[in-house]
């Protein structure tokens, strides 16, 4: 499952909550991308990050220098971080989300990729987000579940990372040099990518 660049800028745009490390996950992912040589943007839509609110959070990757910053309006890739969005669909009986929780399928088209923190099949993701016989493609990680056995953290931001990095070496280093300094401590994310890969997601 991959996206390419070909069309010129790509558009992710990330719902979770405050704490589970959606802007800083959303910031490694455009530092990522600089560092393979693209143009990255990471911007949070509600202003800073908060303990348990609803967080949502666009970025693009692009070839060519990026000269907007306006929100994503139809997005190729959406990033759930936060598993109890599809909690909540899936209770709905219309499967309408509460009015504090963006919906992650405002503006997609048949082409957007979903990426979704969720201990459910792929399979199962689709049919709670309506999108049942469409072309979308659909990615589940039990993200949170990686997190609290690699860090003991509720923090599933890094192993969401994991399964859309562009390259493996480029978000380790991006790691390091973003949130650790060069005095870089490893050793306790570093099982969080391998867990990812051996899944090879993407």
């Known amino acids: ?71 994503v ?3 190729d890739i959406v990033v759930i971080t936060d598993p109890s969005v599809m ?3 899936a209770a709905s009986p219309d499967g309408k989300l509460p009015e504090s929780i963006p919906d992650p399928r405002a503006g997609i088209t048949d082409e957007t990729i979903f990426i979704i923190n969720s201990p459910m099949s792929p399979e199962e993701a689709k049919k709670i987000l309506g999108l049942e016989g469409k072309p979308n493609k659909v990615c589940t990680v039990d993200a949170t579940k990686i997190a609290l056995e690699e860090i003991g953290r ?7 990372l994991g399964a859309m990095a562009l390259s493996k070496m480029a978000q380790e280093k991006s790691r390091r040099s973003f949130i650790f300094g060069e005095k870089a401590v490893l050793w306790r ?7 990812i890969w051996e899944k090879r997601l993407l």
């Open 189 to 195: 994310t570093a099982p969080i990518s391998s867990a």
């Open 1 to 71: 499952m991959t996206v390419s660049l070909d069309k010129g800028t790509v558009e992710i745009r990330w719902h979770g909550r405050g704490g589970q490390g959606t802007v800083t996950a959303a910031k490694m992912f455009a530092s990522v991308a600089v560092k393979r040589g693209y143009y990255g943007q990471s911007i949070p839509m509600f202003g800073l990050e908060r303990s348990g609110t609803p967080v949502a959070v666009y970025s693009r990757v692009s070839k060519d220098p990026i000269q907007r910053n306006d929100p």
């Open 73 to 75: 309006r139809n997005p």
């Open 87 to 89: 909690v909540f669909l």
């Open 154 to 160: 509720n923090v599933p931001n890094t192993a969401i």
